[in-house]
């Protein structure tokens, strides 16, 4: 197989970066490790350098730092893994994917997070429009740089790429890879990241009563947004924290770690 640039934007995520880089450079074939820092005032710097990582500077949106580390990339296909992921053995069976041309409408190889899909799923899941992680992908370098929408945003700058890749008769494929995410060794809660997630949806289409109504009737009739085994008592928790952001949007879509 062929190696790749891996790109990964940080922002004080000292308490996670070793994981994920040393399980890049075990299942990933690295060509080159791009890390794209938002001002870390952790460990984080002193970890990439440790690890011999390309270190560059943004603070501005996680798209546009998704985006620097894209044009920083020397590789046509680069991965993009969050730094709190931690790839498995099964990455390697994601990147024979991405290099054997098996699917010519593919315009994101996407692996999951552990424990979010149904054990039903038929694979490789095809989102015609629609996003999978971002954080635990493989992609032409050249899609992402064309999509200058993604620069925009701190949220949502997954399904601006979605979006994008659908009006070129592209689709998002997620395949039988999963990958671990470490959520609950940072400092930032679930429910946080849901509001986060709620307020980038607002940023992206304004308010819209539509959506309104679709984020609380799905917690009322209990349709799940992620995890599909998680209780009715749950779902409502996480849309209700998702909603939140959609409504209070100026406060929680960023979230300051700074402070946490």
């Avoid at 098996?102 to 095809?126: I, M, N, R």
């Amino acid at each position: 197989m062929d190696k790749i640039d891996y790109i990964i934007p940080t922002w004080n995520s000292g308490a996670t970066l070793e994981i994920t880089l040393s399980s890049i450079e075990r299942y990933g074939n690295p060509n080159e490790i791009i890390i794209v820092d938002r001002n870390s005032t952790d460990e984080t710097i002193e970890i990439a350098e440790k690890h011999r990582c390309n270190i560059i500077k943004c603070s501005r949106s996680l798209g546009a730092a998704r985006m620097a580390g894209a044009k920083h990339a020397r590789t046509d296909l680069v991965g993009f893994v969050d730094s709190d992921v931690e790839l498995k053995e099964g990455w390697q069976d994601l990147l024979m994917q991405a290099q054997n041309n098996k699917y010519p409408d593919a315009g994101v190889f996407g692996a999951y997070y552990e424990g979010t899909l149904s054990k039903d799923t038929v694979w490789p899941l095809v989102m015609h429009g629609r996003n999978g992680a971002f954080g635990c992908i493989i992609i032409h370098r050249s899609h992402v740089l064309e999509c200058k929408e993604m620069e925009r945003y701190s949220s949502a700058e997954d399904g601006a790429l979605s979006r994008f890749l659908y009006k070129k008769g592209l689709k998002w494929y997620i395949f039988a890879v999963p990958v671990l995410h470490h959520q609950d060794l940072t400092k930032i809660t679930y429910y946080s990241r849901m509001r986060w997630l709620g307020a980038g949806l607002r940023v992206r289409e304004g308010f819209k009563l539509s959506n309104a109504k679709r984020i609380i009737g799905g917690a009322l009739f209990g349709i799940r947004m992620n995890n599909s085994s998680e209780s009715y008592v749950e779902n409502w928790r996480v849309r209700w924290n998702y909603f939140i952001g959609y409504v209070r949007y100026k406060k929680y879509y960023e979230i300051d770690r700074s402070k946490l």
